[in-house]
């Protein structure tokens, strides 16, 4: 019996899916990597990564000797360790964001419940709002669904949601997801405001769209006052799909998160976590869980807020001082990141080709098409001020002036370089 | 503006995927759940789990002490971190299984293997041929892409390559991919004999099919010679795509694995994997890393290979003096698993059933349609011999005998209970 029968494919071509074309990968995953062989001397505003000062190693230490022991090194529960959910649970309870064990799985940190979300809810060709600017690691994840992406604007008060309607009508189709950051949005820096927060509750019930509500920076607000949660807004609501992460308040190295979502949903999100690693790192959960136990999260949060807020002022300060008018900055009440525009003859320069010139004069940022799903904001720029401290951070916006100098002379030249 | 004019949907049904009816979650990792909230005392022979005495505990609590610093808290670089692929593809340059750094790729553990095979190869209604039985979480993950499942008969000598052209003449269409566990099979514990392999590898080419190279036990051989892997036997082959996990030969709750690709796939697998989770776990990669690096891993092996073997040996003595000819078993030359299957009457017994029973008589194992993707095998069972001592494997074979003597009695009753 031989398939004689059957058309064969070319041995050149690979029988990849059709999404593949559509696995675009990470431009701020790959910047680790391109960030890690350089071998000068680099100021790193790039990552979203918090301050190597902010990680209690020695406690980890501590925590580590303790819980590696055969409960930790087996299979966990896919839903997450039990004496994780109960700890976290407990703590969010006097949190802007409190819900309860039956609404969180565990998951490998917040870009997995950003899988969840997309796997759970995006078909091939659904239509996904996104902010623009945004994290596009989030959206590079949607389109790994096939999803199309409409970007919405956004201003001091994060997405302008009373703009969504009509982008809405001008698509022609209800979106199937909203994809927003409502606290100290990655990488605007800017806040959804309360009156935003009830409109885009009503928006999303009125289209049956789910909000995919990524908040990795919630509880790292150094000024202004906690703003009520989606969830806390609009408890139980079937609607919401909330990601949440302990990379940015704790380690990301560990990859520990958790999503928070309507318990009839929950069976549907440990199956298909199930089919994607079993279960998220065992002795993470027990060291994020032991560290929560012992008492320790509150005054750790305290002091990033303290130091976080201090190394914001210190960059705006350095920013004034070395480039003046040359850019505006946002303001953030809390986070990692300040959103930089130039202006005047300095907006003419690509912040692309401004990249490569400032890794040359050792300074790394995110350029702001990067963080674009259509790849606007060639003018602007994200800086993380959480893991550089002020001293070296002046040093870094010194070499970014260099840069821009340089960029801005080779503009007046012609640009016959 | 309003949206009126665009149909909206009903309150009451949320927008999930096409896909949320095929995500159904996995039987194995379900009864981990399941087994946890146990109070009584029980065997497990369901889970496949290394033996908690082959955790080398006292070794990984040093190793963490001194990797747990900053460059292992923080983001990792997708692929892997470097020193643990360069003391990963120096390590198997040993063994029958090399290759080298730029087609290795870290991973969540196995299963993210598996996660990236099905998201780079896998369209809605693709065909993927399966073992039968197969290891079901593997199948799960396909399903979660919408592929449809083909099984394919096994025998001593693993998959029976010859009947693929025959059942794929039936299916009308070429398999998209061909899944395969060729070393120690879970569940069957057979293994794929060498000219099935080299078969194997032209059915593929013939058909453009991708081999998913599903190999966790490989390095767990006890008995016999070690077989040449797939990679071994066609080096380069754009068609293969290989998943390890150190899941069996150190800890499943580090959840490090890898996936062996054609480097031009690589990038493509990153992608992917960006829009997973990140990375994986930073400071695992380096506990797996410093392990190796400190040459522990072969002696650690071959440790395991004694053990095992003892315990494998063992369990069948045990079946032999307790369940005589009531069942069959394959003998496995290496890792995990026992596929048991009920002879004479006691072949009435569901084993579905026999779940039940057993596990109230303290004595846990997988039923034979938890691991068919067609539900099949209602007559046989999976034990894994690797994680049980001999004196308490034996008390669980008694309690299963004692769980059959009860079943075959209720069948004998008239079933009417």
């Known amino acids: 019996m031989t398939v004689d029968h059957f058309a064969t494919r070319s041995r050149a071509a690979l029988p990849l899916a059709d999404r593949a074309a559509d696995l675009v990968g990470s431009v701020i995953d790959s910047s680790t990597s391109l960030l890690a062989v350089q071998t000068h001397d680099i100021v790193r505003f790039a990552m979203g990564s918090p301050a190597d000062e902010a990680v209690p190693l020695a406690e980890f230490r501590d925590i580590a000797d303790k819980v590696i022991d055969h409960s930790s090194m087996t299979y966990g529960a896919t839903e997450g360790e039990p004496v ?55 959206s590079v994840t949607a389109l790994s669904y096939g999803a199309e992406l409409l970007e919405a604007p956004m201003d001091e008060n994060g997405l302008i949601v009373e703009a969504l309607p009509e982008l809405v009508a001008a698509a022609g189709r209800i979106p199937k997801a909203i994809y927003t950051i409502p606290n100290f949005q990655n990488p605007s820096g800017t806040t959804l405001s309360l009156p935003r927060r009830h409109q885009l509750l009503e928006l999303a019930h009125e289209w049956n769209s789910v909000i995919i509500d990524d908040d990795p920076y ?58 994607m690693d079993t279960c998220a790192n065992v002795p ?134």
Chains 1, 2 share one sequence.
């Open 284 to 417: 993470a959960q027990h060291i994020v869980a032991e560290f929560i136990r012992r008492g320790g999260l509150d005054s750790h949060l305290a002091g990033l807020r303290t130091e976080y807020k201090r190394r914001k002022d210190s960059m705006q300060e350095s920013l004034r001082r070395h480039l003046g008018d040359r850019v505006t900055t946002t303001d953030p009440e809390g986070g990692f990141f300040l959103w930089l525009t130039l202006q005047g003859e300095d907006a003419r320069i690509s912040t692309r080709k401004l990249f490569e010139t400032a890794l040359a004069e050792g300074v790394a940022f995110i350029p702001g098409p990067a963080l674009s799903a259509g790849g606007k904001f060639d003018d602007a720029l994200r800086l993380c001020f959480a893991s550089t401290t002020p001293e070296r951070a002046e040093e870094g916006i010194i070499r970014l002036r260099r840069a821009m100098d340089r960029e801005l002379e080779a503009l007046k030249g012609g640009g016959n370089a």
């Open 218 to 275: 919630g509880l790292l607000r150094f000024e202004g006052e906690d703003l009520p949660s989606l969830q806390a807004l609009s408890p139980g609501d079937p609607l919401l799909f909330s990601v949440r992460t302990f990379s940015k308040i704790l380690a990301p190295g560990l990859r520990v998160g958790w999503v928070d979502t309507d318990p009839a949903l929950r069976q549907l999100v440990i199956n298909a976590k199930q089919a």
């Open 84 to 138: 994780l959910l109960k700890a976290l649970v407990e703590y969010l309870a006097g949190t802007s964001d409190p819900t309860s064990e039956e609404r969180v799985t565990i998951t490998a940190g917040g870009m997995q419940g950003l899988d969840l979300a997309c796997k759970i809810f995006i078909n091939p060709g659904d239509l996904v709002i996104v902010e623009s600017p945004t994290y596009t690691n989030g």
